[in-house]
């Protein structure tokens, strides 16, 4: 596999909790935190694709993502969270 | 983090605008739940006309784990206990931890498959079945979604 080799810089304290968090995951500090980009481009990816399908298609209706919700058996978010994700 | 495993027939469901299960989709994003599907399922995917450019862009979304040698061994020895050929289905449920749920629209495709990994199939399987497909449809915003799109 092709590697590229990237410098980044932190915080000190946001370092040091990169690090902890990689040695608790057993990953290794790039791996960890390819794993991470990796997790955060997906999510970018996601907001784009609901975006882009309810400007097209409508925003959901509470109705449907408590529907949703209770078909997933997860638990309720209120409108303030639901706007706020 | 638990996660949402998503099947072939739940995704030709997204791509023809079925809203109940891209509000699962959504749902399940807003609960912090990462979207996971193995490459078989994208493979049952790419078999049929290309997906459509959004759709595309919902697998950039996608967690989508390889069939290495443990999902593989997982999987073969599902199909062997339960006399199934089915390696997408197979590979889904073994990818499953627990917490995970697997939206299909078709829940027979999983029955055995579930039940010989242990796992109670009313905490692994969300079924989009026609039943619910009805009733979002007649929501003023839904816009001629079928929740069964066969697989």
């Known amino acids: 596999m092709k590697v590229d080799k990237i410098s980044i810089s932190f ?3 946001l370092g040091d909790a990169v690090r902890e968090a990689a040695h608790q995951s ?8 390819a794993e991470a980009a ?9 907001d784009d694709f609901f975006a ?22 997860l638990p309720q978010h209120s409108r303030r969270e639901r706007s706020a994700s | 983090v638990s996660a949402l495993l998503i099947d072939a027939g739940a995704l030709r469901a997204v791509e023809q605008g079925n809203r109940a299960v891209i509000a699962r989709l959504r749902a ?14 994208l493979a049952e995917i790419w078999r049929g006309e290309r997906p459509q450019s959004l759709i595309r862009e919902l697998f950039r979304g996608i967690d989508v784990m390889p069939l290495d040698q443990a999902l593989a061994r997982k999987a073969g020895e599902l199909q062997g206990k339960t006399g199934t ?5 197979a590979a889904l449920v073994a990818l ?12 027979r495709r999983y029955t055995a498959l579930v039940a010989a990994s242990g796992v109670n199939s009313a905490d692994l399987l969300d079924a989009v079945n026609d039943e619910f497909g009805r009733r979002m ?3 003023p915003d839904h816009h001629g979604a079928n929740a069964a799109t066969g697989t």
Request: hydrophobic share 35%; net charge negative; charged share 25%.
């Open chain 2, 28 to 41: 399940a994003q807003m609960n912090g739940l990462e979207l996971r599907t193995t490459g078989v399922v």
């Open chain 2, 96 to 107: 499953a931890r627990p917490g995970d749920r697997i939206v299909t629209d078709d829940e």
């Open chain 2, 85 to 89: 050929y089915d390696v997408a289905a």
């Open chain 1, 26 to 33: 057993g990953k290794g500090l790039s791996g960890w935190l």
């Open chain 2, 137 to 139: 449809s007649a929501s």
């Open chain 1, 11 to 13: 915080g000190a304290e």
């Open chain 1, 38 to 46: 990796s997790a955060k481009l997906r999510a970018e990816a996601l």
């Open chain 1, 52 to 73: 882009q399908w309810e400007s097209r298609h409508g925003q959901f209706t509470e109705g449907e993502i408590e529907q949703a919700t209770q078909s997933l058996q």
